[in-house]
Every structure is written in structure tokens, then in C-alpha cells.
């Protein structure tokens, strides 16, 4: 099966774009109206990149940001954490990191990495360090500590960042794990989360 930008676009692969979606902005809003320290608005765009591959894993996170900035503008700002994460996730399950424990530790550190670096410079120069989130109480109290700004968003990203990645990661991962057999073999990357059992069975 053919990969890359022009193949990775096929129909079925499209269809999954509004689902990711969908499970992106519900997971937004609620860690917005909650004010949770943490986000779980990635979902929608891990679950598609494991399966439909980086392109369509990116951008399924920017049309997830842009719906969300409908309703709270600031959302648009962090499209390229969404984007980032997507394409990098999509690429770590071209690569198989998510076939095998070691390999999904070290995609959920580099993914914790991504996203903390690009959501503090978007905090950082977009929001001056401030975004209204509930996240917001913990750079307060690096601050308070004396840190620099920057080093207090880092830190904060780092923190809830790691909290971020294993929650969404392990939401998306569950739901692929309820994905019929038969719908994973059609897509470019959704053999590898077959369930052994099953296709050997027939």
C-alpha cells in the first residue's frame, strides 16, 4: 500500500476527519468550561494520525482548532500545536513506535516535547503568558518561585503537557482497539492495530 501526501488522502481516510474533529472540540470545550489544568483536546487528532497517517492526523488538529476558535478565539493561536502534534504523531505510527510499549513511552515523551515547546511559544508570544486556562495556576507558581516567564510556560507545558499526551494517547488508543479489523486493513496505516487474534483466525 502506497504512502505519503498523495495517497494518504483517500476517501475513507477523509471520513475519519469529522469524527477526529468532533472529539476534539468536545474534549476542548470541557477542559475549557471545567478550567482543567489539562487538555484533552487531542484525541480526535492522535486517533486519525495512528491510523490515516501524518497528513491527515494535521490536519485534522487545525480544522479541530479553527471549530474550536468559533467559540473561543484563542484557539486558533495554538493551530500549530494541533498541526505539530498530528503530523509528528502520524510519523511516529508510519515508524511502528505504537506496536510495542518501549516504543510508545518514548512517542509519548517526544510527543510531550512537541506540544510543550510550541504551546509555550504561542503562550508565550501570542497571550504573554497568559491564556485564561487552568493551566495559568501553575505558571503563577513557577513564577512566584522567581522564574522567568518563559522558563515558568515551559515547565508548566512539560507538566501538563506529560498529563496531556498519556490521556489523549490513551483515549485514542482505546478507541482504535474498538475499530473493526475490516475498516483498519483499508487504511495506509492501520495495519499494525490490527488485533493479531483475530487476523490470524480469519
Known amino acids: 500500500m502506497k504512502r505519503g501526501i498523495k495517497h ?27 478550567k482543567l489544568p489539562v487538555f ?24 479541530g482548532n479553527v471549530v474550536n476558535g468559533m467559540l473561543n478565539p484563542i484557539a486558533i493561536g ?5 498541526v505539530s502534534v498530528g503530523l509528528v504523531s502520524g510519523y511516529l505510527s508510519k515508524w511502528r513506535f505504537y506496536t510495542n510499549i518501549f516504543g510508545i513511552i518514548i512517542a509519548c515523551v517526544l510527543l ?16 504573554g503568558g497568559v491564556t485564561g486556562a487552568g493551566t ?36 485514542s488508543w482505546l478507541i482504535i482497539r474498538k475499530v ?9 496505516y492501520g495495519a499494525p492495530y490490527i488485533k493479531k487474534e483475530v487476523n490470524v483466525n480469519g
Open 8 to 34: 494518504d488522502f483517500s476517501l475513507l481516510a477523509l471520513l475519519l476527519i469529522p469524527v477526529g474533529v468532533s472529539l476534539n472540540v468536545v474534549g476542548y470545550q470541557l477542559s475549557t468550561i471545567l
Open 136 to 171: 495559568d495556576l501553575i505558571t503563577a507558581t513557577f513564577l512566584a518561585t522567581g522564574r522567568e516567564l518563559w522558563n515558568s510556560v515551559v515547565s508548566t507545558n512539560l507538566i501538563s503537557g506529560a498529563v496531556n499526551t498519556i490521556i489523549n494517547f490513551g483515549i
Open 78 to 82: 495554538f493551530s500549530i500545536v494541533s
Open 40 to 63: 484533552i483536546d487531542q484525541i480526535g487528532t492522535i486517533m486519525v494520525s495512528m491510523i490515516a497517517g501524518p497528513w491527515i492526523g494535521l490536519l485534522t488538529g487545525l480544522l
Open 112 to 127: 510531550t516535547i512537541v506540544q510543550a515547546f510550541s504551546a509555550a511559544i504561542v503562550t508565550v508570544f501570542l497571550f
Open 180 to 188: 473493526p479489523d475490516r475498516f483498519l486493513i483499508k487504511l495506509n
